[in-house]
């Protein structure tokens, strides 16, 4: 069976219809399921899917911001479930994830309801783009996107020469390019219209333009916040990026094979 990235939010904090917060599923025959930010409703979008608790194997986070990272803490509440059966859980980010996970789990102290148990912790250097770490098959590398002090854009390498780029939040960043180099699938966040722009988020046509300049096969639009209609974005995209542009929803689906 064909590998697949899911998206399980493709829109931004504010409430819209279709597009909930940042959350998306890398799913891989069958190993547990890798989420690549975990914002608020992504639990929910799993159980629209079939998927639960002990199918979760892997969080790997690109910034702390609560839209990309609070439904972190209803996993772990989930975890403690006496009906649940949770496995060993690894949770990759950037330098603070540790301090992240300790003041989540200070809400509740007498409690621990989001206390963690059973986990790896694995913390990444910003700026040490270029390394990378092995997480279940995967090889992960990572850069700053300068979108927030720790922010960073994941690589994911499958094997068999297949590779999905997630740009988090980010500007239009070279080094962001440099390491969507060649992906089958670059995920590149697109949320507002180029007139819009805010600082360190992305366009759909700053989105086209580091695709086609890291000659990835398939651009995924995503992260739309209100202003952003999504349809717009692919037009928009496709005046700078000649590739294949799909456009995320909620629960999307998006095949992954050589
Ligand atoms: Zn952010
Ligand atoms: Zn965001």
């Known amino acids: 069976m064909a590998s697949e990235w899911i998206v399980l939010g493709s829109g931004s904090i504010l409430p819209r219809a279709g597009h909930g ?24 979008q799993l159980g629209e899917l079939g998927f ?7 969080v790997v986070l690109s910034h702390f911001h609560p839209d990309h990272c609070w439904d972190l803490f209803a996993l772990a509440f989930a975890r403690r479930n006496p009906e649940v059966e949770a496995p060993h859980l690894e949770l990759v980010g950037p330098a603070g994830l540790e301090a992240l996970l300790e003041r989540g789990a200070a809400v509740y102290p007498s409690r621990g309801w989001t206390r963690f148990e059973n986990v790896s912790i694995r913390e990444v250097d910003p700026a040490a783009s270029g390394k990378t770490i092995e997480l279940d098959g995967l090889k992960l590398g990572w850069c700053a996107t300068l979108h927030a002090p720790e922010a960073l854009a994941w690589r994911a390498e499958l094997g068999g020469s297949i ?18 180099q060649g992906s089958e699938l670059f995920v590149c966040e697109s ?8 600082p360190h988020h992305l366009s759909p046509e700053g989105a086209g333009r580091m695709a086609q300049s890291a000659g990835v096969r398939r651009l995924l639009l995503t992260h739309f916040y209100p202003a952003m209609e999504p349809e717009n974005a692919r037009l928009r995209a496709a005046l700078t990026f000649s590739g294949t542009i799909e456009v995320a929803s909620d629960r999307s689906r998006h095949g992954l094979s050589s």
Request: hydrophobic share 40%.
């Open 191 to 198: 949320s507002f219209p180029e007139e819009r722009a805010m």
């Open 21 to 44: 917060c940042a959350g998306y599923a890398l799913r891989r025959d069958a190993r547990k399921l890798v989420l690549f930010d975990c914002g608020p409703g992504t639990m929910r």
């Open 163 to 180: 590779s999905v780029t997630f740009s988090g939040d980010s500007g239009e960043n070279p080094a962001v390019a440099a390491l969507a």
């Open 52 to 58: 639960g608790v002990a199918d979760i194997g892997a």
